[in-house]
């Protein structure tokens, strides 16, 4: 089974500037989730999808992060403008209504860089 | 809201049992889980375990919960090198409408010497 997909695994950039993290879950898992850790944490939620429609986003920076997942599948984070503070790893991770077998499954992230 | 508590360093030799605790607040939790991270890797699921559930044991791992002390534990056995990790302790909680997520407490370092 192919795991959460992320892209790029890297990103650099400066203060102001705009980026966006993608995600490919896990094929049939309706839920979808970011997360972000920052050096030294555990991960935080930010925001989470059930199919296309948001769920909760209660912890995510609206006036400068947003989210969307297009057809209940693919998923894209972005952050414009970038400010230092947003440098971490942005971890994706998908899961399905019946979870006793599988759990929440990460992707390897992207470390985003702010300079 | 949802905390989770976790000792920030542990070192062990290499044979010796690794013991990581955990506590949580969110006594309607109805799975707990362990995470390992690895340099730069993403998050890998060692194991859970459910609320109903005193003890799971898997191979080295040997989880222990004890729900009225809301306390959970991660014992591994003969560690070796290649446990060294950051180690998540994660409890699930839920909102409304059947809606769940994780909450992850900071992470215990696992060091573990020849």
């Known amino acids: 089974e192919a795991g959460v997909a992320q892209s790029p695994r890297y990103k650099i950039i400066e203060k102001r500037q705009s980026v966006a993290f993608w995600c490919n879950p896990i094929s049939g898992h309706a839920t979808l989730y970011w997360y972000q850790q920052i050096l030294g944490q555990g991960p935080k939620l930010l925001i989470q999808?059930?199919?296309?429609?948001?769920?909760?986003d209660s912890q995510l920076p609206k006036d400068r992060f947003s989210a969307e997942r297009l057809k209940g599948v693919d998923s894209t984070l972005k952050i414009q403008p970038a400010k230092l503070e947003d440098s971490a790893v942005y971890l994706c991770?998908?899961?399905?209504?019946?979870?006793?077998?599988?759990?929440?499954?990460f992707g390897s992230g992207t470390r985003l860089t702010v300079v | 809201g949802e905390d989770v508590e976790q000792s920030l360093f542990l070192s062990v030799r290499e044979g010796d049992s690794s013991v990581i605790n955990c506590t949580y607040t969110?006594?309607?939790?109805?799975?707990l889980y362990w995470y390992k991270q690895e340099p730069g890797a993403g998050l890998q699921l060692l194991t859970y375990i459910f609320s109903n559930m005193d003890m799971k044991q898997d191979q080295r791992l040997t989880v222990l919960l004890n729900k009225k002390d809301k306390h959970l534990s991660l014992r591994i056995a003969d560690t070796q090198t290649g446990d060294s990790a950051i180690y998540f302790c994660?409890?699930?909680?839920?909102?409304?409408?059947?809606?769940?997520?994780?909450?992850f407490g900071s992470g215990t370092r696992l060091q573990v010497q020849p």
């Open positions: 969110d006594s309607s939790s109805t799975y």
């Open positions: 999808f059930q199919n296309n429609g948001v769920v909760d």
């Open positions: 991770a998908s899961s399905s209504r019946q979870i006793q077998l599988y759990g929440y499954t």
């Open positions: 994660a409890e699930e909680f839920y909102m409304d409408m059947g809606r769940r997520a994780l909450t």
